[in-house]
Every structure is written in C-alpha cells, then in structure tokens.
C-alpha cells in the first residue's frame, strides 16, 4: 500500500495559518480515526503534536489543531512561528494487514 | 520517564543483515497495552514503518508481530524480557537500507508513537 500523500514543502509568514493535507484511502484515515500528526525539528527523533485526528498531548501548543474528512486529514498551525519551522508527518491506522503508514514529510518554512 | 536507546553496527555490507538492538529504561518491555516498533527514515526522505511486536505474556507468537508488506520477507522483529531490549533484522540489504533507524513505543493498534529513541545512522555500502 502507498504512502499517505502529502504536500513536500510549505511555507507561510509569522502570525499567519497554515494547514497541512494528509490524503489516504478508505483503508486507512477513511475507516480510522487514527491520525497522528509528527513534528520533526533537523537531527531529532519525531514528536506527537495530534492524535487521534484531533487531540492535543500535554505541553503542545493550541496553536496546533487537527481534522478530517473523507480520505484527508488535515494539521492546522494558526500563528505561525518561528520554531514552527520543522518537518511534519501526518500517519495513520491502516487495518491488520497494512497496519501503519506515514505520509512523505511536508518542509514547513517560516519566512 | 520511559527512555529507548538503539545500538548496534553503522555500516553494513550489501547483501548482509542489518541488526540493531532497542534497550528500554524506566518501563518493562512485558506490559501488553503496548507495541514496541521500529521506524526508519533515508537521509532527506519522510518516514517508513518497519514492523511492530507486543509481547503476550509468553513467547512471542507470530500473532504479535506485524510488518510493513514491502519489507516482510526480509525483516524479523523479536523481544527479549529477561534484557528488556527488543531487535531488528534485515536481510539482504542494500543502499537504499541506508536510513535513520528509530525504535518507539506506540499505542496497540495505532500510529500513535509517543516515545522514541535518538535514532541511528546506518549506511550499507559495498
């Protein structure tokens, strides 16, 4: 099965929002609400900032949301800053034969 | 504070196997409410899941491992309890093995990885 599809690079200014596609099949974010959402800063390990399509871990921002709709799950940054330059990866339940699959990575620039 | 930390060779030869070792600190690798898994990302690229085991409370069964269907006949995943450490393997590889490998923790039947180790560089080459 391929991977979720995402855009490979965005870009916005400071104080603005910005929202970051994922699109799957009706395999995986279709059937799950099992969307977890990554932000990965230059040489770290990925960190939860979404799950469960919609859910905020502890210490993440609110600035950050999450959604879906059909196929698409989609990351909202409103206000943007700085430090949210990173890469983000949107990933999702995909059944028992599939299991996980993570989309591509969009580059995130902050201008 | 759960902490993962992958070790093990960073420079494979093409058409050997890959090995790599997750140690878990500060949590058993026994309890069944989680999966324990690996992940791997090619410099520049976006992230790959490798596989996935949990452990049942008795030797691990072929009903607790899961692997990503591109990689299957090549990858074995298995957990130790006595050293609280689980393992990767990946036979016959090549340079597009070459990645950073991540072992995590993630909710059972999810893609919700919330701890991970710092990663390691491993490059096949001839």
């Known amino acids: 099965q391929s991977a979720l599809t995402q855009p490979a690079s965005m870009s916005g200014s400071p104080g603005q929002s910005i929202t970051i596609s994922c699109t799957g099949t009706s395999s995986d974010i279709g059937s799950y609400n099992l969307v977890t959402w990554y932000q990965q800063h230059p040489g770290q390990a990925p960190k939860v900032i979404i799950y469960?399509?919609?859910k905020r871990p502890s210490g993440v921002s609110d600035r950050f949301s999450g959604s879906k709709s059909g196929n698409t799950a989609s990351l909202t940054i409103s206000g943007l800053q700085a430090e949210d330059e990173a890469d983000y990866h949107c990933c999702s339940f995909a059944g028992t034969t599939t299991y996980v699959l993570f989309g591509g990575g969009t580059k995130l620039t902050v201008l | 504070q759960l902490q993962l930390q992958e070790s093990g060779p960073r420079l494979v030869k093409t058409s050997e196997t890959l090995s790599l070792t997750c140690t878990v600190s500060?949590?058993?690798?026994?309890?069944?409410?989680?999966?324990w898994g690996w992940i791997r990302q090619p410099p520049g690229k976006g992230l790959e899941w490798i596989g996935s085991?949990?452990?049942?409370?008795?030797?691990?069964?072929?009903?607790?491992?899961y692997y990503t269907p591109s990689l299957k006949s090549r990858v074995t995943i298995s957990v130790s309890r006595s050293t609280n450490q689980f393992s990767l393997r990946v036979n016959s590889v090549t340079a597009a093995d070459t990645a950073v490998y991540f072992c995590?923790?993630?909710?059972?039947?999810?893609?919700?990885?919330?701890?991970w180790g710092q990663g390691i560089l491993v490059s096949v080459s001839s």
């Open positions: 995590a923790r993630h909710v059972r039947s999810s893609g919700e990885f919330h701890f």
């Open positions: 085991i949990y452990y049942t409370g008795r030797t691990y069964d072929k009903s607790s491992l």
């Open positions: 469960e399509v919609n």
């Open positions: 500060g949590g058993s690798i026994s309890s069944n409410s989680y999966q």
